[in-house]
């Protein structure tokens, strides 16, 4: 098989030839450029001791500085087995488009290139701050690995509804999809994977910068929140069908995200969920099934196993990260009670525990434990659970995939 077929009989719940592997394929399920650094350092050393030729050798880029994400190469995403890629947007973070590139030292002396719009300011006690017309946006601490978001959304904000509009996508944006779209299409083998969900994730992202202040606006003023999402998903449509335009069926998945759920349980009730968010999210999701043949990947983290059968109604056709650790997510559950009716991408090893503090052997006997689990019958891509982060060791990152890759599939 292809890469892009075999992530298609995945998600169609139809057999593969082997497991079908996301490596960087979209912006939770990547992996940060201080663990990307240490992977690229340690490859070559395995490949110098092995007398095999040097990887294609340059400075990582950080093409999300929010997260500080690594753009995974090539060369790196075929060494691994990944079947899949991003098309990303112009401005991923900050609105800082990727484009004219510069070096930027991180603080463990790493070289890395940024976007060259990225200009940092450094406070007193060291933090690094972004700022946008004079206000701060984002802040990282002083030695951290990461950026806060820090500008307030819309749910924070209250805003007056007649007065206000949500962004739509520009003429550059749409250009720069369809040429991407185009370029992946023709220069790869890969299933392409596109985020396009609201201009703002209705639940967990519209609180940003204001999260407290929004939660109490969701639960107490349920009409204002209804005329929110419309506003929200009539602009989502609009999107969506000038995007449709310009890409067409060069993509084959389409990603949304929004963290419904805690470790311990979810964020809302089931009848806040149906009443508020499905109705809202199942707009988009009815278009998307109806005019194009693009399956719907829903990122969302945590304990969500009372909300799955809402996800399911809504429309999502596939569930990522799969956070197993978290109250309720067993494997063999998930997939004995909604594996005919959902994909699981992710639930590869527990990212908090096993993957930081685990030997390399124990890491690939959580995979194969997790992959006896969720391959049989198809309906499954293996991904890291979120984002591989700063304190991840390369050699558990070359197990996490290797141990993919050697398993053997039932079906």
Known sequence: ?????????????????????????????????????????????????AGEAALPHSPPRVF???????????????????DCVALNRRAVAFG????????????????????????????????????????????????????????????????????????????????????????????????????????????NGIGQGGFEDWMMTFASEPEYVTALY???????????????????DRIQIVQIADDFGTQAGPFLSVRAFRELLLPAYRRGLDWIHARTPWKVLLHSDGALVPLLPSIIEMGVDILNPVQTT????????????????????GGSCDCQGTLIRGSPAQVAADVRANLDCFAPGGGYVFASVHNIQADVPPENIVALFDAALSYTCSG
């Open 230 to 248: 419309r506003k929200l998903t009539d602009a989502w449509l609009e999107n969506l069908e000038a995007f449709h335009g310009a890409v067409g």
């Open 326 to 345: 978290a109250a309720g997510m067993d494997p063999r559950r998930l997939k004995h009670e909604f594996g005919e009716q959902l994909v699981f991408w």
């Open 64 to 82: 999300d500085v929010y997260q500080m994400l690594a753009e995974v190469e090539p060369e790196i995403v075929a060494r691994f087995g990944g």
């Open 1 to 49: 098989m292809t890469s892009r077929e075999r992530i298609l009989a995945a998600v169609n719940h139809a057999p593969v030839d082997r497991v079908p592997i996301d490596v960087g394929g979209t912006r939770q399920s990547g992996i940060t450029v201080f663990a990307y650094a240490r992977l690229t350092a340690h490859l070559a050393r395995a490949r110098a001791a």
């Open 96 to 203: 800082l488009v990727n484009e004219g590139w510069k070096s930027w030292l991180l603080h463990d002396g790493t070289v890395v290139e940024v976007p060259g719009g990225f200009a940092h300011e450094t406070l007193p006690d060291g933090d690094l701050v972004l700022r946008r017309q004079g206000e701060i946006v984002a802040q990282m601490p002083a030695g951290g690995f990461y950026f806060d978001r820090m500008e307030k959304y819309p749910g924070a904000l209250h805003p007056e509804l007649d007065a206000w509009e949500p962004p739509r996508l520009t003429a550059a944006d749409l250009e720069h999809y369809r040429d991407e779209a185009v370029r992946l299409d023709r220069t790869t083998d890969k299933a392409v994977i596109a985020a396009l969900g609201p201009p703002y994730e209705l639940f």
